[in-house]
């Protein structure tokens, strides 16, 4: 059997028991580690299992997937992966090896941030499309996203920015404040370029940062887009939420971690339209 | 301490190592029961942990938040949810009462079907507006969420709707079945009122049947929308997607749980334009 166990958000902890259990069981334990991080390292979490751990990075899964699958049709090996096996980065490619050598999977679910943000208080059904920040070069920058953004918020939908997804090369995380800028930028050049059109989202905007979701150091910040630019928000891994169409009990919840300035926002939201 | 604590979609054992060691140590510990189900009973739950629970309805939890929240400044209390305390429903009610009253809370996350529907190979980011299908009665024949769908699909994007939320009457559960039959009334409907427009759902539309997610004994069919009016996926929680813009990837993971009918379908979904 191939387990795929989601490792959630925070520390060692965050397993299931049910993970925990397949995590024991197996002999061999694999650890995917380009994606994403967890707070803890390799180290925190075998002493957690009590089984060593191999590092699976993005190599390992996509030319050795023969070596992780071997003898899986007759002993356990456990895929853990940071959040959920099918959270932001799915692995349908190993699922779909498994199936062909005719080897059973089960895959043990886990909070993902794609879950988990809605603890900022913004309600998930209202999301629309996830879109990904990239950093920029000097000779690309790209802009789409920004579009999907102001599309989703149209129609009255926020959106969950992931930042800092770059897996083809060593990791290297966005902050809320390096997404915030570059979204601004953006925003900046499209005001000169379409002179006196309205754009869906501005430096005015409610937005709310978040840091390290579901771990002991987590920090969210409501604040418009312009305030995040000066947020630090300390280590990773951030993601940035752009608001749409607020209801009252969201207003309410993002006034909980919200900064005194965007309070007074979120005020006008509250006694106005709820659609800042 | 307030610990919202998520419960995950299967048994008893889906709660994490952090949650159950929480449920430990809280002197009160809620089980939230009217929103949505685990596949195994209230026993079942305080054998594993061991503990004592209090069944939390919903006239407890909106009319008695006061008696949940009692002496949470000085002693601990856990508040258990399926799912994700933040997921299809969100409890920030109890969350804002809780701040109010200056009582610090904990949320410990777990999946949710808001994020755990990936595993059946459809990818979490290129979802759009979750949508809610409730039973028609007589006078009452809501058709809002079907535009939604469509809006969702002509952007390309996939669309989850949640089945049988019926939180103000005794729970009933919508099958996929029944979902696909409403889903069909309409489309039959529009067809007939709009001769000659192009729908944007149809019969033939590639559709995700989902029964009992994370559990031992979860079932996933993939089938044209046609097909899932006579798919019986056995007892509750059921959940229906409804496909956007495919991926090779995501159509290659969607035969693995394919109707052989749906089979040609996707073949020709993936030998043409990918986008059914």
């Given at each position: 059997?191939?387990?795929?166990?989601?490792?959630?958000?925070?520390?060692?902890?965050?397993?299931?028991?049910?993970?925990?259990?397949?995590?024991?069981?197996?002999?061999?334990?694999?650890?995917?580690?380009?994606?994403?991080?967890?707070?803890?390292?390799?180290?925190?979490?075998?002493?957690?299992?009590?089984?060593?751990?191999?590092?699976?990075?993005?190599?390992?899964?996509?030319?050795?997937?023969?070596?992780?699958?071997?003898?899986?049709?007759?002993?356990?090996?456990?895929?853990?992966?940071?959040?959920?096996?099918?959270?932001?980065?799915?692995?349908?490619?190993?699922?779909?090896?498994?199936?062909?050598?005719?080897?059973?999977?089960?895959?043990?679910?886990?909070?993902?941030?794609?879950?988990?943000?809605?603890?900022c208080g913004?309600?998930?059904?209202?999301?629309?499309?996830?879109?990904?920040?990239?950093?920029?070069?000097?000779?690309?920058?790209?802009?789409?996203?920004?579009?999907?953004?102001?599309?989703?918020?149209?129609?009255?939908?926020?959106?969950?920015?992931?930042?800092?997804?770059?897996?083809?090369?060593?990791?290297?995380?966005?902050?809320?404040?390096?997404?915030?800028?570059?979204?601004?930028?953006?925003?900046?050049?499209?005001?000169?370029?379409?002179?006196?059109?309205?754009?869906?989202?501005?430096?005015?905007?409610v937005?709310v940062?978040?840091?390290?979701?579901?771990?002991?150091?987590?920090?969210i910040c409501t604040a418009?887009?312009?305030?995040?630019?000066?947020?630090?928000?300390?280590?990773?891994?951030?993601?940035?939420?752009?608001?749409?169409?607020l209801?009252p009990l969201e207003v309410d919840m993002l006034r909980v971690s919200a900064e005194p300035?965007a309070l007074q926002h979120l005020h006008m939201i509250d006694?106005?339209?709820?659609?800042?």
């Open positions: 059997m191939l387990y795929l166990i989601g490792l959630g958000l925070g520390d060692a902890a965050d397993i299931t028991v049910k993970g925990l259990q397949a995590v024991k069981s197996c002999s061999r334990v694999y650890l995917e580690a380009y994606t994403s991080i967890l707070t803890v390292g390799k180290e925190a979490l075998e002493e957690f299992y009590g089984k060593d751990l191999i590092l699976a990075d993005r190599d390992l899964v996509e030319q050795g997937a023969d070596e992780i699958l071997k003898d899986a049709d007759v002993t356990d090996v456990a895929f853990l992966v940071v959040g959920d096996p099918f959270g932001a980065t799915t692995h349908s490619d190993l699922v779909l090896r498994a199936v062909h050598a005719g080897i059973p999977y089960r895959v043990i679910h886990n909070a993902s941030i794609m879950n988990a943000v809605g603890c913004l309600q998930l059904y209202n999301f629309g499309e996830t879109v990904s920040l990239v950093f920029w070069t000097d000779t690309w920058r790209p802009e789409s996203f920004y579009d999907k953004i102001c599309k989703n918020r149209t129609a009255g939908l926020h959106t969950l920015c992931l930042l800092g997804k770059k897996i083809f090369e060593p990791p290297r995380f966005m902050t809320v404040s390096q997404a915030a800028d570059q979204l601004i930028q953006i925003i900046q050049r499209r005001r000169e370029e379409e002179q006196g059109a309205e754009l869906g989202v501005t430096e005015d905007t937005c940062g978040v840091a390290r979701l579901g771990a002991d150091d987590q920090k418009m887009l312009r305030q995040l630019v000066s947020c630090d928000l300390g280590g990773p891994l951030h993601s940035l939420l752009v608001t749409g169409r209801h300035n006694s106005s339209t709820y659609c800042s």
